[in-house]
């Protein structure tokens, strides 16, 4: 799987996401940011008690599936 989204929208995104995020979580898992491919690209953060979703609009993907990158990392 190949995705290409633009930078803009990528630091939006992150900087959204990265309010839910909290930097020091007993769950390693929530500590980043699920990216959804299907017919368009999502990424989705929660902390369990909220969860948000950023939608790319100009994102382009070869295949399908999930995967999960570190917060910071990003």
């Known amino acids: 799987m190949k995705i290409t989204v633009p930078r803009s929208e990528l630091k939006t995104a992150i900087a959204g996401l990265g309010k839910i995020i909290s930097r020091r979580s007993t769950v390693p898992v929530l500590g980043g940011v699920r990216f959804e ?6 990424a989705v953060a929660t902390d369990l008690d909220q969860q948000a979703i950023y939608r790319f609009g100009e994102s382009i993907a070869d295949g399908s599936g999930n995967f999960i990158i570190p917060h910071a990392e990003l």
Do not use: G, L, S, T
């Open 37 to 42: 491919v299907a017919d368009q690209v999502k």
